[in-house]
C-alpha cells in the first residue's frame, strides 16, 4: 500500500512540470511574454522623456503660454525668451537636406541594387555604411573648412545672382550658414536613406523585374514604373529615419550653420537650429528661468519629431495599403 501511495505521488508531481512545460512550449508564453516587456518598455521610456521634459519646464510655460512659439525674442538677461528662429531653422535645415539627399540616395540605392555588377556593388555598399559611422563632429570640421570655401560660397554667389530677388536666397552671403547646415545634413542622412533604399531593392522579388522586362519595358521604365511603387512604403521609412536624424543632429550643424539668432527667411543668413540653441547654451544658462526656457525648446523638439513621424507613418501606411492595386494594375 506504501509503494502504491508513493508511486500516486511520485506521478501526481512529475505531471505538474510536465503540464507547465507543455503549455509554456504550446502557445511560445516567454516569448511572446518578453516581446510584450520589450514593447512596454519602449513605450514606457518615451513616455518618461516626455514627462520629464514637460515636469522640467514649467516656468516658459506660466509666463508665456504659446506665444513662447511665435515669438522671436531671446534676451537672458530680461528673461523674454522665444522659440520660433530655432524652430524655423530647424525645419528649414531639415527640410533642404532631404530635398538635396533623397534624389542622390535613391539614385545610389537604384545603382547598387539593380546596375552595378557584383565585383563593385559589395565594396561602394560597405564604403557608404562606412560613411553613417562617421561621427558628427568630424563632418563639422570639413564642412567648416572644405565644404563652405568649396561649394557652400560659390553655391550662395549663384544663388544670390540669379534668385536673388526671392527672400529665400537673398541678403548678403557668409560662409556658415543655413546653406552650410543643409549641405552637411544632406552627406549626414545620404547614407541611412540609400542603405534602406537599396535593401528595399534588393528584397523585391526578381518575378516583378521579369514580368515588367517581358512586357517589353526597358530597365529605366521597369525601375521607375515597377520597382519604385512597389518598393515605395520603405523608400518612405527610409526618408523617415532620415528626416529623424536631420532634426536631432547638433554638433555638426553647431559648428556651421553661424549661431545666429536673427529670424531671416534667407537659407544663406546664419541661424540656430534647437539642438544648436541647446548645446551652445545650456552650460551657461544658470538662471533657473534660462534653463528651462532651453528644456522647453528639447520638449518642442520632441514634439516636432514625433508629429512629423506620425504623419509620415501615416503616408506609408497609405502608400503601402494602395500598392498592392497599383501593382496589379
Known sequence: MSIISKRKTFGSASRIPREWIRRTRHGDVIFRGLTIASACIVLLAFVAIGLVLWQSSPLPR???????????????????????????????????ALIMAVPVALGIAIFLAEL??????QPVSYLIELLAAVPSVIFGLWGLYVLIPVLVRPTAEFLTGNLGF????????????????????TIMILPTISALCRDVFL?????QREAALALGATKWEMISQVLIPYGMSGILGGVILG????????????????????????????????????ANEFAEATDEMYRQALIQIGLILFAITLILNLIARLLVW?????????VRA
Not at 506660466?62 to 528662429?85: H, R
Open 166 to 185: 526671392l527672400p529665400l536666397f537673398s541678403g548678403p552671403i557668409f560662409g556658415p550658414s543655413r546653406l552650410a547646415a543643409s549641405v552637411v545634413l
Open 62 to 96: 506660466e509666463k508665456f503660454g504659446l506665444d513662447f512659439l511665435a515669438s522671436t525674442e531671446w534676451d537672458p538677461v530680461q528673461q523674454n525668451f522665444g522659440a520660433l528662429p530655432f524652430i524655423y531653422g530647424t525645419l528649414v535645415t531639415s527640410v533642404f
Open 318 to 326: 497609405r502608400v503601402a495599403r494602395r500598392m498592392p492595386t497599383e
Open 203 to 207: 528584397a523585391i522579388p526578381n518575378s
Open 116 to 121: 552595378a555588377p557584383e565585383w563593385l556593388r
Open 243 to 278: 528626416l529623424g536624424r536631420a532634426l536631432g543632429e547638433t554638433i555638426a550643424v553647431t559648428m556651421v550653420i553661424g549661431n545666429n539668432r536673427d529670424l531671416t527667411a534667407s537659407i544663406l543668413h546664419p541661424g540656430y537650429t534647437m539642438a544648436s540653441i541647446i
